[in-house]
């Protein structure tokens, strides 16, 4: 059975080595000139109480993923889940403080307690124009965490993870435009449909972590950007 100990150490491990994004989604990634930088972080720590339902020798009972859901209100992304972060300022130094600036101003936690274990390769977001550097991070010190600014996030909050690699919790999102369907994979959490960017992070990481289970592709969920 993997321990939060083990999970950390996965984790590290992962930061030092990196991810190939596309490798599990076919995500096609491409970095040229023109992107905006921004960053968002990917937080993992231990299970705040809220217990996973999903077991599995895989993953620790006890490790959970903070994720926020936009306001309905915003032109881009609205309404959608997503991990903490947002456009790198002027004043920022590089990713992380972006990543760990954007994650207070929305979440209210202490950046103190924070373990930052490093940047993973940047992906374009097309759809707002941004070049995304995803930053790897431990919650050493957890602290409470609640939406800041009702008009940029509707709820924050702590999904186990071990509940996201559930294989009743895995869709594959589409979203039609015109004649063009677009899939990609999708997370049950929930009450909230965790799917594009975010979506796309987790499947690789996890994947690349070793810890996700196979699961049925061809069950399919419609949303609309």
Do not use: C, I
């Not at 100990?5 to 989604?25: E, H, I, P």
């Not at 915003?74 to 972006?98: I, T």
């Not at 097309?126 to 991070?137: F, G």
């Not at 431990?138 to 690699?165: C, I, K, M, N």
């Amino acid at each position: 059975m993997t321990t939060t100990n083990d999970a950390l150490s996965q984790l590290r491990a992962l930061a030092r080595k990196g991810v190939d994004w596309g490798a599990r989604t076919g995500a096609v990634v491409r970095t040229g000139d023109g992107h905006r930088p921004a960053s968002v972080l990917v937080l993992l720590g231990r299970l705040d109480g809220v217990p996973a339902q999903h077991d599995t020798p895989l993953v620790p009972a006890d490790l959970d993923v903070l994720l926020v859901r936009r306001a309905a209100t915003l032109r881009q992304h609205a309404g959608q889940v997503a991990f903490p972060g947002g456009r790198q300022d002027p004043e920022d130094s590089g990713p992380v403080a972006a990543a760990l600036r954007e994650a207070e101003e929305e979440t209210g936690l202490d950046p103190s307690g924070v373990e930052v274990l490093g940047t993973l390769g940047p992906l374009p977001l097309p759809v707002s124009d941004h070049l995304v550097t995803p930053v790897l991070a431990w919650w050493a010190r957890p602290t409470p965490v609640a939406v800041v600014d009702h008009g940029e996030s509707a709820q924050v909050f702590r999904a186990p993870v071990a509940d996201l690699v559930d294989p009743a919790h895995r869709r594959t999102a589409t979203l039609t435009r015109g004649r063009r369907t677009y899939r990609g994979p999708a997370f049950l959490v929930g009450d909230n449909l965790v799917w594009g960017f975010t979506a796309l992070v987790l499947t690789e990481l996890l994947g690349a972590l070793g810890w996700d289970e196979p699961w049925d592709q061809a069950q399919l969920v419609e949303v609309d950007a």
